[in-house]
């Protein structure tokens, strides 16, 4: 028995292709890491200032100038480059960067992202998410579907402050996989043993769902 | 500015005439390219009200978060605080001034100052609470938010190599911010494990050339060793 957090992962690994240059956010997306096969081609950028970054292999000892945004030690592999944070914010707002996969808070069938601030409660500041959501060429958000008290965190407008606007291609939760169009969002794939009816009474927002090409994940 | 053969000394001259109410710009994304020993030096000669430009607070009583539980930083320009919550506390409880911005814009906004403009016009956060605080202009029917460029008093950087002149080269993802402080300050201090004769540094090899630092300080390798965090995957 997979946990819905090995399910997401394992199918948020599918959205990457060989060839891509890849930003994780800080959090569950930083886990894809595990996900993605040995064989492909791909670059993971870290926006303090690498492209090309890997997991240490076990045993390999860090090195204490190499982390990734999240703090953590990583290493490089071949064809990667070191650079400042200027070239690296560069790198994300030319959309030199093909895909990024990061949480949030609230996300809305308009592709509207809230994932940095919740007044009065939670305001570490931005970091990079601002830029990273609004430039990369492709955003795919890997949240819970529903927040701890069991709230959608599927909504038709976000109540939060905004990370970007406008800036979500797709949704990918325990429950469901969804594109933002616009006239709702597309449910492409819905988990395995859910209902249909269940997955609206667990989201807020416009589902378009058409039952004869409904996958499963 | 310093003369050339005079930018060698040692840590404490580096420090001592650094005023109270300073602006300081202090290299470093998380542990990686934080100047510590500078840092440390700062602490210990005890200059207040000061207000420090750096990515984020480093982690709990490193860096500059030492000098944020002092009670010596009266403001922090910053992208987030997110591994350091006594930060966070002292900005709750009122004791510490913070001023957010997002990364790329900070680092920008830095840069700016370092290639000698008064700012820049970008479209990064229209449709946030970040573009409503800022003005705005149109040209040739676009409309841009204008960013003024950040600057400061003095600039902290920590760099792997330099020369006596001031020559510095960077390691890995301790760039980051050091290259662009090193440009952006009045006067650039850096520390650094090793200071070569003029020439012995591969001349391609330079990230900032000795034009804009004003003093360089040799530190010790294990003054760096600060803000290890486990492996959390």
Redesign the interface.
Same mark, same amino acid.
């Given at each position: 028995m997979i946990s819905d957090q090995q399910r997401m992962l394992t199918r948020a690994a599918r959205e990457v292709i060989d060839g891509q240059i890849v930003n994780l956010g800080?959090g569950l997306p @930083?886990?894809l =890491?595990?996900y993605l096969p040995d064989d492909m081609d791909v670059l993971v950028h870290? /926006?303090?200032?690498?492209l090309g970054c890997r *997991? #240490?292999d076990s045993g390999e000892q860090? +090195?204490? +100038?190499?982390?990734?945004?999240g703090? @953590?030690?990583i290493t490089t592999r071949a064809g990667a480059s070191? =650079? +400042?944070?200027?070239t690296?914010?560069a790198m994300?707002?030319r959309s030199r960067v093909d895909l990024t996969f990061m949480g949030a808070f609230e996300v809305d069938q308009q592709g509207n992202l809230a994932n940095w601030k919740i007044p009065g409660k939670f305001?570490?500041?931005? !970091? !990079?998410?601002?830029?990273l959501a609004?430039?990369v060429a492709r955003l795919v958000v890997l949240c819970s579907h529903n927040d701890k008290h069991g709230n959608p965190k599927i909504l038709s407008r976000c109540q939060l402050?905004? @990370?970007?606007?406008?800036c979500v291609s797709r949704i990918i939760t325990e429950k469901a996989v969804m594109d933002v169009t616009p006239e709702g969002l597309d449910v492409v794939e819905i988990a395995e043993g859910l209902s249909v009816e269940a997955l609206r009474e667990a989201t807020d927002a416009t589902l378009l769902i058409d039952e004869s090409r409904l996958g499963r994940f | 500015m310093t003369l050339l053969n005079q930018k060698v000394c040692d840590i404490e001259a580096a420090i001592a005439d650094i005023p109270d109410g300073a602006t300081i710009m202090v290299g470093g994304?998380?542990?990686? !390219?934080t100047p510590f020993a500078l840092l440390d030096a700062l602490l210990a000669s005890g200059q207040r009200d000061l207000t420090l430009i750096k990515?984020d607070a480093n982690e709990p009583s490193i860096g500059i978060g030492k000098l944020i539980e002092a009670g010596r930083v009266t403001h922090l320009i910053?992208?987030? *605080?997110?591994?350091n919550r006594f930060a966070?506390e002292a900005m709750n409880n009122g004791t510490l001034k913070?001023s =957010?911005?997002?990364? !790329? *814009?900070l680092?920008?906004k830095?840069?700016c100052a370092g290639v000698g403009h008064g700012g820049f016009l970008t +479209?990064?956060?229209?449709?946030? /609470?970040?573009a409503e605080a800022r003005r705005s202009i149109d040209v040739d029917g676009v409309t841009w938010g204008i960013e003024a460029a950040l600057q400061a008093d003095v600039a902290l950087v920590h760099a /792997?190599r330099a020369d006596r002149y001031g020559n510095l080269i960077?390691?890995? @993802?301790?760039?980051?911010?050091?290259? *662009?402080m090193a440009m952006a300050a009045d006067r650039v201090i850096a520390q650094t494990y090793r200071i070569d004769e003029p020439g012995d540094l591969p001349i391609d090899a330079i990230?900032t050339p000795c034009a804009f630092v004003s003093q360089v300080v040799q530190v010790d390798r294990a003054s760096?060793?600060q803000g290890?965090?486990p492996?959390? #995957?």
């Amino acid at each position: 028995m997979i946990s819905d957090q090995q399910r997401m992962l394992t199918r948020a690994a599918r959205e990457v292709i060989d060839g891509q240059i890849v930003n994780l956010g800080i959090g569950l997306p @930083t886990r894809l =890491f595990h996900y993605l096969p040995d064989d492909m081609d791909v670059l993971v950028h870290s /926006e303090n200032g690498v492209l090309g970054c890997r *997991l #240490l292999d076990s045993g390999e000892q860090p +090195d204490i +100038d190499m982390i990734d945004s999240g703090g @953590t030690y990583i290493t490089t592999r071949a064809g990667a480059s070191v =650079f +400042d944070s200027a070239t690296s914010f560069a790198m994300i707002r030319r959309s030199r960067v093909d895909l990024t996969f990061m949480g949030a808070f609230e996300v809305d069938q308009q592709g509207n992202l809230a994932n940095w601030k919740i007044p009065g409660k939670f305001s570490p500041g931005i !970091g !990079g998410a601002m830029e990273l959501a609004q430039k990369v060429a492709r955003l795919v958000v890997l949240c819970s579907h529903n927040d701890k008290h069991g709230n959608p965190k599927i909504l038709s407008r976000c109540q939060l402050p905004l @990370t970007a606007s406008r800036c979500v291609s797709r949704i990918i939760t325990e429950k469901a996989v969804m594109d933002v169009t616009p006239e709702g969002l597309d449910v492409v794939e819905i988990a395995e043993g859910l209902s249909v009816e269940a997955l609206r009474e667990a989201t807020d927002a416009t589902l378009l769902i058409d039952e004869s090409r409904l996958g499963r994940f | 500015m310093t003369l050339l053969n005079q930018k060698v000394c040692d840590i404490e001259a580096a420090i001592a005439d650094i005023p109270d109410g300073a602006t300081i710009m202090v290299g470093g994304f998380g542990s990686p !390219g934080t100047p510590f020993a500078l840092l440390d030096a700062l602490l210990a000669s005890g200059q207040r009200d000061l207000t420090l430009i750096k990515n984020d607070a480093n982690e709990p009583s490193i860096g500059i978060g030492k000098l944020i539980e002092a009670g010596r930083v009266t403001h922090l320009i910053t992208s987030h *605080l997110g591994l350091n919550r006594f930060a966070i506390e002292a900005m709750n409880n009122g004791t510490l001034k913070v001023s =957010f911005h997002p990364q !790329g *814009l900070l680092a920008e906004k830095i840069r700016c100052a370092g290639v000698g403009h008064g700012g820049f016009l970008t +479209d990064i956060g229209q449709g946030t /609470e970040i573009a409503e605080a800022r003005r705005s202009i149109d040209v040739d029917g676009v409309t841009w938010g204008i960013e003024a460029a950040l600057q400061a008093d003095v600039a902290l950087v920590h760099a /792997e190599r330099a020369d006596r002149y001031g020559n510095l080269i960077y390691r890995a @993802t301790a760039s980051n911010f050091n290259p *662009l402080m090193a440009m952006a300050a009045d006067r650039v201090i850096a520390q650094t494990y090793r200071i070569d004769e003029p020439g012995d540094l591969p001349i391609d090899a330079i990230h900032t050339p000795c034009a804009f630092v004003s003093q360089v300080v040799q530190v010790d390798r294990a003054s760096s060793q600060q803000g290890v965090r486990p492996h959390d #995957l």
